[in-house]
C-alpha cells in the first residue's frame, strides 16, 4: 500500500464515519446545541465537508462542488458563497440548518469528486509543493493529510453530539 492507497482509505472513513454520525437524526437533532455557542452536528458535518471541497478543489484545480453543483443554493446559508465555517461566530453556527439527507448529498458529491482526484494521483506526486506561504513549503500530501486530520476530528465530534442528543 502507497501514500496515495492510504488517502483513499482514509477519505472512506471520512463518509463513513459521518455518514454514521447524522444517519437517523432529524433536523431538530442535527441542529441541536448543548450550549449556547456550541457547534451543532449539521455545523460540523457542513463544515468539514467545506473544508474538504474547498481544499481538494484548490490542490485539483477544479471548481468547489459547493457552487458547480449548485449546493450553496440548496443550503441557502446566509453566508458569502466562499465561507467554510472557519472562524464564525456561534450566532453564525446557528444559521446551518440542514437534513441528514442534504448534508449527506453534499458529503457524497465532495467525497465523489476527492476520491476522483486522489486516485489519478501517483505517490511521487504527493511531494509537489503546493502552498510556499508556510516555512517548510506544504506539499500535496501533507495538505491532503491535514484535510483528512480535520475531517476526522469533527466527525467524531459530530458522532459524539450524536450520542449525547440520541441519550437525552
Do not use: C
Not at 449546493?71 to 465561507?83: K, T
Not at 440548518?97 to 448534508?103: K, Q
Not at 511521487?124 to 506539499?139: A, K
Not at 466527525?155 to 450524536?162: D, E, N, P, S, T
Amino acid at each position: 500500500m502507497n501514500g496515495v492507497d492510504v488517502l483513499r482509505d482514509l477519505f472512506d472513513r471520512v463518509a463513513t464515519n459521518v455518514h454514521g454520525a447524522v444517519e437517523g437524526l432529524d433536523e431538530a437533532a442535527l441542529t441541536h446545541r448543548v450550549s449556547g455557542s456550541a457547534n451543532s452536528i449539521a455545523w460540523l458535518v457542513w463544515h468539514l465537508t467545506r473544508v474538504q471541497d474547498d481544499h481538494v478543489a484548490d490542490v485539483a484545480g477544479t471548481e468547489q462542488v459547493w457552487t458547480a453543483q449548485g449546493f450553496v443554493d440548496r443550503f441557502g446559508l446566509p453566508f458569502d458563497s466562499a465561507a467554510t465555517g472557519y472562524g464564525m461566530t456561534g450566532e453564525e453556527v446557528g444559521h446551518v440548518r440542514a437534513s441528514a439527507e442534504l448534508l449527506t448529498a453534499y458529503l457524497d458529491a465532495v467525497h465523489a469528486a476527492t476520491t476522483s482526484y486522489v486516485a489519478g494521483l501517483a505517490p511521487e506526486d504527493l511531494d509537489s509543493i503546493v502552498d510556499e506561504r508556510w516555512d517548510p513549503p506544504v506539499t500535496l500530501g501533507v495538505r491532503l493529510v491535514s484535510v483528512v486530520s480535520d475531517d476526522l476530528q469533527h466527525a467524531g465530534q459530530a458522532a459524539y453530539l450524536k450520542g449525547l442528543v440520541t441519550a437525552e
